[in-house]
């Protein structure tokens, strides 16, 4: 199977701060990858220079057989390829779901109006909320904004897309939500690269997990391998510490 993502050897400086140093892997189509690791260790910087919302210092990317690094590139076709969710939402405060959704494909791709709203609400149905077409992001709970911004990635239909901790900033009860919409996508082999501290979630959802620590990728392997049997000290150390807090919590 051919890669549609490959990231070889990217590198990202802010100042003297080595955020990415050398990262390089690839990610076959209908694959989830996700990236796990310490906080501060490049996991957001890496899926943001792949996006081109941040420019890499070094390195190329590339989406199939095309090179989206290189100068020049168009901005407008790698947004309608790979879809992005951030942590934080992102929705237009000022639009509905339904305009919010539909916004991409009526700007980016050209689609009419008409057509561009029975995408949107298409998609809105998928994630669970055609019912909530026409509320306000202020009106959504916190989850069901993050599904309408799942939605909006959806509505481009991308080749990839990139989840940006999807779910860091939800309360505990509104997590289980927008896991299921993204394993239901996984089921469906939409391609994706998730970055998540949701370790039930990567078990359950990943072909392979990445590791990240300074900067780099350290380890990566199965969710088997890498969770029940992980071979380097920094890896163990990480998985250690998460089991300790997980137990605090219970």
């Given at each position: 199977?051919?890669?549609l993502l490959r990231v070889e050897n990217l590198r990202k400086c802010y100042g003297d701060e080595q955020v990415l140093q050398s990262v390089s892997f690839s990610l076959d189509r209908g694959?989830?990858?996700?990236v796990v690791g310490p906080s501060g260790t490049g996991k957001?910087?890496?899926l943001h220079c792949i996006n081109q919302l941040t420019l890499p210092d070094a390195g190329t990317v590339w989406l199939a057989d095309e090179e989206i690094t290189r100068h020049g590139?168009?901005?407008d076709r790698i947004r309608a390829r790979i879809g992005f969710v951030f942590q934080s939402f992102n929705l237009f405060a000022h639009l509905t779901a339904l305009g919010n959704v539909r916004l991409g494909p009526m700007w980016v791709k050209r689609i009419g109006k008409p057509e561009a709203t029975q995408l949107a609400l298409r998609e809105l149905a998928r994630v669970g909320l055609e019912s909530k077409a026409d509320s306000y992001p202020f009106e959504l709970s916190g989850g069901q904004q993050q599904r309408v911004s799942i939605a909006r990635a959806l509505a481009m239909n991308p080749e990839l897309i990139l989840f940006d901790e999807p779910t860091s900033a939800l309360d505990p009860e509104l997590i289980g939500d927008v896991l299921n919409v993204m394993?239901?996508?996984s089921s469906n082999r939409m391609t994706m690269l998730v970055v998540s501290h949701e370790m039930g979630f990567?078990?359950?959802?990943?072909d392979e997990i990445l590791f990240m620590a300074g900067g780099r990728i350290v380890e990566q392997g199965s969710p088997d391998l890498l969770l029940d049997a992980p071979q380097n000290p920094r890896t163990r150390s990480f998985l250690a510490r998460l089991s300790v807090l997980e137990g605090a919590h219970q």
């Open positions: 199977m051919s890669a694959e989830t990858k996700v957001s910087t890496l590139t168009s901005l394993l239901e996508l990567a078990r359950a959802v990943a």
